[in-house]
């Protein structure tokens, strides 16, 4: 029986130390679901980055998938990687009523759930050597004019009127990039 427990225990260490906690608030927490990113993973839309969201609070939070808007620097041995290879083509799409109701998040009071969100914002290839480290710093955040950027004004009012509030936080991670 102490076998099992040591085993679990453990298990839940490595687990809980995995994730990386990536927003400012408490009240409702984010974690990258992953100890490290890559530019490969990253471009493969097939494999993209889980996310796990926490609401502590007794209040319903609306979160665009998309709404997050900053800057991510890459670093290379503790130095701003000034020179990347060449930018990664974005592209923006305007949302109806259909495609607001499908991408945003509503996190209902004392809910957690696993989701996908646009947090990394890595806008240039970089040629990452296995010899040296790497770590990403993200600069974001996520508000009322963020998330109605890509439309969903009258989505949101609505939800509004139900009693949700708009997810309001800044991200701010150090988050290490392997090759």
Do not use: W
């Not at 609070?57 to 709404?67: A, E, K, R």
Request: one cysteine or more; aromatic letters at 16%.
């Amino acid at each position: 029986m102490k076998r099992f427990y040591c085993f679990f225990g453990i298990f839940i260490f490595g687990f809980y130390f995995s994730q990386i906690k990536v927003n400012k608030k408490q009240d409702v927490e984010i974690f990258l679901m992953d100890s490290a990113v890559s530019i490969e993973r990253y471009l493969d839309a097939n494999k993209a980055y889980k996310y796990k969201i926490v609401n502590h609070t007794d209040n319903n939070y609306i979160i665009d998938p998309q709404g997050f808007r900053g800057k991510t620097y890459v670093y290379e041995c503790n130095e701003l990687y000034s020179h990347p290879e060449k930018m990664i083509p974005k592209g923006y799409y305007s949302r109806d009523l259909e495609d607001c109701k499908e991408d945003f998040i509503l996190l209902k009071k004392k809910e957690s759930l696993i989701v996908e969100i646009a947090l990394l914002n890595i806008d240039f290839f970089y040629h990452i050597k296995p010899d040296k480290s790497y770590y990403l710093d993200i600069e974001s955040k996520h508000n009322e004019y963020t998330a109605t950027l890509l439309g969903c004004t009258d989505y949101i009012k609505d939800l509004k009127k139900q009693g949700y509030k708009v997810f309001e936080d800044q991200i701010k991670a150090r988050i290490p990039l392997k090759p």
